[in-house]
């Protein structure tokens, strides 16, 4: 179970990593082993409510299964797009 938050938002250097995982996300075509376990590393680094951590994780999974599976490229790019909002909303609060 991952440790709930008081709202508080993310510090300075936990905002531009998630800034930096956002960037990566826009321009990335294929799934890399290493950048997926950085990307949640920064997810994991700012302690984000459970429910928006699942939201967060969920997306970045789908959005790299579709191009591992190498589904078609409005799938992919919908997922990019759905992934890319989720980030937003977190990097909004």
Do not use: W, Y
């Amino acid at each position: 179970m991952l440790p709930a938050t008081d709202g508080a938002a993310p510090s300075a250097d936990r905002l531009a990593a998630l800034d930096a995982l956002r960037r990566r996300v826009a321009i990335q075509s294929s799934a890399d082993a290493a950048e997926g376990i950085k990307a949640r590393r920064v997810l994991f680094s700012l302690d984000l409510p459970a429910v928006e951590m699942h939201a967060a994780l969920g997306a970045l999974d789908n959005f790299e299964r579709a191009i591992v599976e190498h589904d078609d490229r409005l799938v992919v790019a919908a997922r990019r797009l759905r992934c890319l909002a989720v980030l937003d909303g977190i990097i909004g609060e």
